[in-house]
């Protein structure tokens, strides 16, 4: 379905350069350097810029909120898609204050919703039904259905990006979308279900051990040897299926994806699974404080920029986080370099920039001879 390269590292070294050259000390603004390093690859520049920033916030039901996995009713969804219409919600707050466009797709909500044009332009309707069906009894969706659902999200990241957009993040809204995540992360990552499982809207000791108990029954139903397309649509929900798809066409594009929560993540670990390139493009924004999150992250080999003990989902951390994906780029478009500052570069420096040079050519040397053995042995 979709066309994923790895980002091209002809411009590697040439960006390390530039970075290092910053009137600063070699790596003194730490992750923010590799951000700049990261984004310059994806768009193949040494001066990127970052145009139309997007936040496409999914949302759907979820059948196994049926089963009392969390404290919240399914018609909360509903309510809280009305609230981002009217402009109440934390994402809307958030984006509002760093310039990022909201748009709020209805990926099959079991409530109606006002798909008014002209009243509200920021709703768009991709449903593809009244939620999905409880995973303690069935697959959640069809094979068909989780393929179809990505191939909407992705439709919306090619109108988005035929806007100008250059940068997007996704957020999701769903009653009950963690016990999702979590059948997810435990399938895909190979992660016991325990460590997996987390409080999600505000589950206290009795629900946790209740909703660990139902994941464990809905995982001891299905097959355990799934592939990523089949544990999506066994375990996940439409708001998720279209976040994976969009993810890939946004790397299809050679969009920088903006990656949010414990939610967001399980998406991006169903695209991993299909496309593993997917995540050169990814920057995550925070560590959730679900508890499977970090986790998630390490295993996708992605470190976070903040860790602010977030659990709302929505895109929030994305929102919050982009400031700094801002100063990652203008500093390394604006910042003075030794040269034209006029000011000495210390010995240790240059001694560090000169062997870090050789360790990456000698890395590039390794990595071309082992893509080489790889492509053999496939």
Known sequence: MFNIQSTQKNLAAELQEKIDQKTKPLGALGQLEKVAWQIGLIQQSLTPTLNKPHMLVFAGDHGITKEGVSPYPQEVTQ???????????AINVLCRQHGIELQV????????????????????????????????????????????????????????????????????MGIGNTSSAALLMHRLAGISLVECVGKGTGLDEKGMLRKLSVLQQAA?????????????????????????????????????????GFIATSALLVAHGLYPEVVDYCIASHQSDEQGHRKMLEFLGIEPLLKLDLRLGEGSGVAVAYPLIQSSVAFLNEMASFADAGVSQSDEDELESETQDVVEINDSSSNNNNSRHNNRNA
Not at 79 to 89: K, R, S, T
């Open 105 to 172: 797709v209805d990926a099959g909500i079991a409530g109606e919703l006002p798909h008014n044009q002209q009243q509200y332009p920021q709703l768009i309707n991709a449903s593809m039904g009244p939620g999905t069906e409880s995973f303690l009894h069935k697959s959640a969706m069809t094979l068909e259905q989780a393929q179809q659902a990505m191939s909407r999200g992705a439709d919306q990241v090619v109108r988005v990006a035929g806007n100008g957009c250059n940068v997007i993040g996704f957020g999701e």
């Open 79 to 89: 309510q809280m898609v009305l609230n981002f219409l009217h402009g109440g919600a």
């Open 220 to 260: 001891n139903l299905h097959e355990k040897n799934q592939g990523p397309l089949r544990a999506l649509a066994t375990f996940g929900g439409f708001e998720i299926a279209m976040i994976c798809g969009a993810m890939l066409k946004a790397a299809e594009l050679k969009l920088t994806i903006l990656v949010d």
